[in-house]
């Protein structure tokens, strides 16, 4: 059974030789994402030029992913390491502070201050550590512990229920966007996005450093949830980035919200990546834990798009495996998955011809019980309309555009195949179409494709044509 559901993982001190790297593609990775928030423009790039030749020398399509820091709004460092804080202790978090000691430690980020009041609820460490602001007064926030905890350097902080004034672009942020379209990577993700205008001001930086990439709006504030369908609108696809999502808005929320952005996401035409310790034991262990498969088969039942491994494939002890078990598990749970394609069409309205052309493609490829769907795309957009609704059978982007091989390669249920324009002859062109699909061991002789493919031949968003051919046969 051809897998679905994409597979991103982050490059990190394990995985970022050439044997290491190649055994993570091999094993099924289809996105790599290079974390921004560690490392140096050149460690990115040397980890870019590595998965392109590996790429070439095994002909898989692995796509590219640039993650920004975004505002990184943590406390300073400690004199002495990390402290012990007790239950009911008295802590200050003091902007004047240079190094700290068992009763205060210094801010990163002094605008924190003009962000809270007394009575609000300061998590830091992913939420470990909880503080209750008492007092503020003369640049230090007076807090009290809830419970016994250890602290140390540079542990980020998030405000119960957000609130936190800090752009989702920080300057380091926008000269990351240049570095990233300088490798010419396929996605951006931008942190911490609170509304629309600033998936609009990165996709902006982006097109002003000579980039195309996708922008991904990481849903990890309070604010954005308020805002989702606004992000939505103005981003390509969306992260559910669930690490500091749950700090914000509890952790008991988080399952229900992570059901509603990728349905939401699907419905707007939107790809989604379902992010943070989705196979988080398997750092150090080489099988996961039994909640961890049900966690990844959940989200796959969900519809998303691709699930995101983190610190399992940049600084684990098993990366390999980790990617290898979450094949299986996708894999297994796509089996179950429900086509629902006719309950699925109610209600919807397509003003579109190629959106028209997208939507009768997968009727009746669902009805005729076809072999494969294949789109002969320039942008990839047919495809990603294709990928919204669940119809059983596995499509195929042939694009000429090297570029749109690689952006498609995260849409679900969607294989993507370089092919070479064939002028602008219409049967000719199906004819190497299906050629490549024979190769790829998609269809056998006998087998029914339906085409979908746009005339002129090479015009971006011009699908207009749908056709079923029977493979070997002349029509």
């Not at 034991?281 to 491994?309: C, F, K, Q, Y």
């Not at 394609?341 to 997968?362: E, G, P, W």
């Amino acid at each position: 059974m051809q897998r679905a559901t994409k597979i991103v993982a982050t490059l990190g001190p394990v995985s970022s030789d050439h044997k290491s790297l190649t055994a993570l593609v091999e094993a099924g990775v289809n996105v790599v994402r290079l974390n921004f928030s560690h490392g140096t423009a050149d460690d990115h790039r040397k980890r870019v030029e590595l998965l392109r030749d590996i790429c070439k020398a095994t002909g898989r399509t692995v796509g590219i992913m640039a993650d920004l820091q975004g505002p990184k709004i943590r406390i300073g460092k400690f004199a002495n390491g990390p402290i012990h804080l007790k239950a009911g202790q008295g802590f200050v978090l003091d902007t004047a502070c240079k190094l700290g000691d068992e009763q205060r430690v210094g801010l990163d980020y002094p605008e924190l201050i003009d962000d809270v009041t007394v009575g609000d609820v300061l998590l830091l460490d992913d939420g470990r550590v909880v503080m209750d602001i008492e007092r503020i007064s003369n640049g230090e926030i007076f807090c009290r512990t809830r419970h016994d905890a250890e602290l140390s350097n540079n542990k980020g902080i998030n405000k119960q229920g957000g609130g936190l004034s800090a752009p989702a672009l920080t300057p380091k942020d926008m000269e990351d966007i240049k570095t990233a379209a300088f490798l010419n990577v396929d996605y951006v993700a931008v942190s911490f996005p609170k509304s629309g205008a600033d998936m609009h001001q990165a996709r902006e930086l982006l097109t002003a450093a000579g980039s195309d990439a996708l922008v991904i709006a990481k849903i990890e504030r309070v604010e954005a949830i308020a805002n989702l369908e606004d992000i939505l609108l103005a981003t390509d696809g969306v992260m559910v980035a669930r690490g500091d999502l749950a700090v914000e808005v509890g952790d008991a929320a988080v399952p229900a919200l992570q059901k509603r952005i990728i349905r939401t996401s699907r419905e707007l035409n939107k790809f989604v990546i379902t992010a943070t310790q989705m196979m988080e034991s398997m750092i150090h262990s080489p099988v996961p834990t039994r909640a961890e498969v049900s966690d990844v088969a959940n989200a796959v039942l969900d519809g998303t798009d691709a699930v995101m491994l983190s610190a399992e494939t940049a600084s684990g002890e098993y990366p390999v495996q980790t990617v290898e078990a979450m094949v299986r598990i996708c894999v297994e749970a796509e089996k179950s998955a429900e086509v629902a394609l006719d309950k699925d069409f109610l209600n919807r309205v397509f003003t579109r011809i190629d959106q028209s052309i997208a939507m009768a493609t997968l009727f009746t490829a669902f009805h005729l019980k076809v072999k494969a769907i294949a789109s002969l795309t320039e942008s990839g957009s047919t495809a990603l309309w294709m990928s919204r609704l669940h119809c059983g059978v596995p499509i195929y982007a042939l694009t000429p555009k090297i570029r749109t091989r690689y952006k498609v390669s995260i849409f679900r249920d969607v294989t993507p195949l370089l092919m070479r324009t064939v002028e602008s002859n219409r049967d000719e062109l199906l004819r190497h179409a299906e050629e490549a699909l024979i190769k790829e061991g998609a269809v056998e002789p006998g087998d029914l494709i339906v085409f979908t493919v746009g005339e002129p031949i090479g015009q971006s968003g011009g699908t207009n044509t749908l056709k079923i051919v029977r493979v070997g046969s002349n029509n």
